[in-house]
């Protein structure tokens, strides 16, 4: 199975990956990085459905 995992921060996901190997081994994951959701937060102090 396919996972796709968004992250906020690029190091997040170290940790993340090993978690699913540890847990998951079968998964397959594919990771994107959003580093504009961090932005968003800290300007708005939320997030936004857009």
Same mark, same amino acid.
């Given at each position: 199975?396919?996972?796709? /995992?968004?992250?906020?921060?690029?190091? +997040?996901?170290?940790?993340?990956?090993?978690?699913?190997? &540890? $847990?998951?081994?079968?998964?397959? /994951?594919?990771?994107?990085?959003?580093? +504009?959701?961090?932005?968003?937060?800290?300007?708005?102090? &939320? $997030?936004?459905?857009?």
């Amino acid at each position: 199975m396919r996972i796709a /995992l968004i992250h906020a921060l690029k190091h +997040s996901i170290g940790p993340i990956e090993s978690s699913f190997a &540890r $847990l998951w081994p079968d998964a397959t /994951l594919m990771n994107l990085v959003d580093d +504009s959701l961090s932005t968003d937060l800290a300007r708005d102090g &939320r $997030l936004t459905d857009a």
